[in-house]
């Protein structure tokens, strides 16, 4: 069966996780959330010189993606995990306190340099995946399958957030317009071929998730597919 790779780019609360979720349980694939390694370093930035963490990101800090093994597998058989030094620090990287060490990192060239590294030995190691972020297209998989930029409005992006995190009060839920670098990665995967632009305001999930697979099977191999309802989120 041939590889599959797919990069799946946007502003924040745009529909990322959630249309990567449904591809990567309805085809097998490893997923990658690049976000929470972003969060993951700006939480390590607590614990941590950043001179340390500079040395040798890969081996301070590991990434598991979520995996499925087989198309339309019920469950992963490897969920999201962060681990600092062997510690799991997955569910400590949300709070709203570490907002400026995250924005920090998003603007530091070098920090970025060093989290691509990490995510290349990830996409090699995992080989079929399913990739979200900011730039993952231009930066990560230039060879990717299928490349998908997705928008949505502020006012949607920012109560889809509320809504993900309702019962999280820990969780930042901070949802700002498209930076500079949105519209730029934006103009840059609609130039890339393979690509597909999919408007999410007034779609839900399920639409979003059937446009995705439509724009795979245009520009890819045949890949088994489990049909099923995608879940609005």
């Known amino acids: 069966m041939p590889r599959v790779a797919i990069s799946i780019d946007g502003p924040t609360a745009s529909g990322k996780s959630t249309l990567a979720q449904g591809l990567s349980q309805a085809l097998g694939l490893a997923f990658l959330d690049t976000g929470l390694t972003y969060r993951s370093l700006a939480y390590a930035l607590t614990r941590e010189s950043a001179e340390t963490l500079r040395d040798d990101l890969a ?97 949607v992006r920012r109560e889809r957030r509320r809504a993900q995190y309702r019962d999280m009060r820990d969780r930042s839920v901070t949802v700002g317009p498209a930076t500079e670098r949105d519209v730029e990665n934006r103009a840059a995967v609609r130039a890339l071929p393979k690509s597909l632009e999919i408007p999410t305001t007034y779609l839900p999930a399920s639409a979003v998730f059937a446009a995705a697979l439509h724009g795979l099977r245009k520009f890819s191999a045949p890949r088994p597919v489990r049909q099923g309802k995608a879940n609005n989120s």
């Open 59 to 155: 081996a301070v800090l590991d990434h598991r993606p979520e995996v499925y093994r087989a198309p339309g597998a019920d469950e992963p058989a490897q969920r999201h995990g962060i681990f600092l030094r062997g510690e799991d620090i997955t569910g400590k990287i949300w709070d709203a306190s570490l907002d400026d060490n995250l924005k920090s990192v998003a603007r530091d060239p070098g920090w970025r340099q060093a989290i691509l590294r990490l995510h290349q030995n990830v996409t090699e190691r995992y080989g079929d995946i399913v990739v979200v972020g900011r730039d993952v297209a231009v930066t990560l998989l230039p060879d990717a399958d299928l490349r998908i930029y997705l928008t949505a409005s502020l006012a």
